[in-house]
């Protein structure tokens, strides 16, 4: 349609949800400057080229997306907690993780480049932003997993990718291969590098459960021009969880110590979580690490629930309800350990 309507319809829509009750914040200060960007560009309109509006139109629309997906009140508050403790460390700036409800169940794990404010900057270069420039991070979902924390482990794969690219890992990774004349590394696609690093990326935070969604959702992929194969990526990510040396691991290792970054690492520690989930009762997680960990031994809980049913069971369970006591339990164990973390860290004038 007309982008000058279409931006009136999206500024709508973002002050009418803004007024949702959300904890975060950065998402709905994101969501006001951005109103304010395009309600200026909209009344300066007559010195501005269609085109341009066009373009605005087309990135603060794919903003929107997530934007609003974030803010409504399915927004996946416990896996966005996770990922925001995750990327604390890696964050070279302000960024602002926003997720997509999507009803597509397969390929619908997928991070998305988006930098709204670039596109301002050069349209408007007259708008005063007052510094304001955070990385917007597009990740999505499918919509039956926003309340199924195990099943969303593919986030922090997802995550990786943003990491990727706001350091500039595996492109510089590339560089040094060619400068180093490591001819067996060569001839890889620039996506296999991104999705390797992804998976290294999701294994410092998730362990092992990595490696099982990944086989449990794409079991026998084969190489493609964007992905490697599942049996490569699985190679990679158990030779890093066994440390066992690897030359795609050490140049991505060399590559991140090059920028300044951290270096991979495990950053997870396991709970044991049995003596809980088999008494129905949520975990209290203790550290920011054992959250992280928590959704690695969830995982594992639920396949041997699968295989073995649940102690307190008399008769076998039909595996949804399965998946529902473990998810269950698993939500509300992160629920209850960011509110802890949340009281804990409120000034005596914000309670």
Same mark, same amino acid.
């Given at each position: 349609?007309?982008?000058?309507?279409?931006?009136?319809?999206?500024?709508?829509?973002?002050?009418?949800?803004?007024?949702?009750?959300?904890?975060?914040? &950065?998402?709905?200060? #994101?969501?006001?400057?951005?109103?304010?960007?395009?309600?200026?560009?909209?009344?300066?309109?007559?010195?501005?080229?269609?085109?341009?509006?066009?373009?605005?139109?087309?990135?603060?629309?794919?903003? @929107?997306? *997530?934007?609003?997906?974030?803010?409504?009140?399915?927004?996946?508050?416990?896996?966005?907690?996770?990922?925001?403790?995750?990327?604390?460390?890696?964050?070279?700036?302000?960024?602002?993780?926003?997720?997509?409800?999507?009803?597509?169940? *397969? !390929?619908?794990? @997928?991070?998305?480049?988006?930098?709204?404010?670039?596109?301002?900057?050069?349209?408007?270069?007259?708008?005063?932003?007052?510094?304001?420039?955070? %990385?917007?991070?597009?990740?999505?979902?499918?919509?039956? #997993?926003?309340?199924?924390?195990?099943?969303?482990?593919?986030?922090?794969?997802?995550?990786?990718?943003?990491?990727?690219?706001?350091?500039?890992?595996?492109?510089?990774?590339?560089?040094?291969?060619?400068?180093?004349?490591?001819?067996?590394?060569?001839?890889?696609?620039? !996506?296999?590098?991104?999705?390797?690093?992804?998976?290294?990326?999701?294994?410092?935070?998730?362990?092992?459960?990595?490696?099982?969604?990944?086989?449990?959702?794409?079991?026998?992929?084969?190489?493609?021009?964007?992905?490697?194969?599942?049996?490569?990526?699985?190679?990679?990510?158990?030779?890093?969880?066994?440390?066992?040396?690897?030359?795609?691991?050490?140049?991505?290792?060399?590559?991140?110590?090059?920028?300044?970054?951290?270096?991979?690492?495990? &950053?997870?520690?396991?709970?044991?979580?049995?003596?809980? #989930?088999?008494?129905?009762?949520? *975990?209290?997680?203790?550290?920011?690490?054992?959250?992280?960990?928590?959704?690695?031994? %969830?995982?594992? *809980?639920?396949?041997?629930?699968?295989?073995? !049913?649940?102690?307190?069971?008399?008769?076998?369970?039909?595996?949804?309800?399965?998946?529902?006591?473990?998810?269950?339990?698993?939500?509300?164990?992160? &629920?209850?350990?960011?509110?802890?973390?949340?009281?804990?860290? %409120?000034?005596?004038?914000?309670?």
């Amino acid at each position: 349609m007309r982008p000058n309507i279409d931006l009136r319809l999206i500024v709508d829509s973002l002050r009418k949800v803004a007024a949702t009750p959300y904890f975060d914040a &950065r998402v709905l200060t #994101y969501s006001d400057h951005l109103c304010r960007a395009v309600e200026f560009a909209l009344a300066h309109k007559p010195s501005l080229p269609d085109a341009a509006l066009r373009q605005l139109s087309e990135v603060v629309w794919i903003a @929107h997306q *997530y934007l609003v997906g974030s803010i409504s009140r399915e927004a996946p508050y416990e896996m966005e907690f996770c990922l925001k403790k995750a990327l604390d460390e890696w964050k070279k700036k302000e960024c602002v993780i926003t997720t997509s409800l999507s009803l597509d169940l *397969y !390929g619908a794990f @997928h991070f998305r480049q988006a930098d709204p404010w670039e596109i301002i900057q050069n349209i408007l270069p007259s708008f005063d932003g007052k510094g304001f420039n955070p %990385a917007l991070i597009l990740i999505s979902l499918p919509r039956v #997993y926003r309340s199924k924390p195990i099943f969303c482990i593919p986030l922090y794969h997802e995550l990786g990718h943003f990491v990727d690219r706001h350091w500039g890992i595996t492109t510089l990774a590339q560089v040094m291969i060619r400068q180093a004349s490591l001819f067996g590394l060569s001839g890889m696609p620039p !996506g296999h590098w991104a999705e390797f690093f992804a998976d290294l990326f999701a294994t410092c935070y998730v362990g092992e459960s990595s490696i099982r969604v990944l086989q449990t959702a794409a079991p026998n992929n084969p190489t493609s021009a964007t992905h490697p194969s599942t049996s490569d990526r699985v190679a990679l990510m158990r030779a890093f969880l066994d440390g066992t040396p690897d030359p795609k691991i050490k140049v991505i290792q060399n590559a991140l110590i090059r920028l300044g970054a951290p270096v991979l690492a495990p &950053r997870y520690l396991l709970p044991t979580i049995s003596s809980a #989930y088999d008494d129905l009762r949520t *975990y209290v997680v203790q550290s920011v690490p054992e959250v992280h960990g928590l959704l690695a031994s %969830a995982w594992a *809980y639920f396949e041997g629930a699968l295989a073995n !049913g649940f102690p307190w069971a008399r008769t076998p369970l039909h595996e949804g309800n399965i998946e529902k006591v473990v998810n269950d339990l698993t939500e509300k164990s992160i &629920r209850n350990y960011s509110i802890r973390m949340m009281w804990q860290n %409120a000034t005596p004038s914000a309670i």
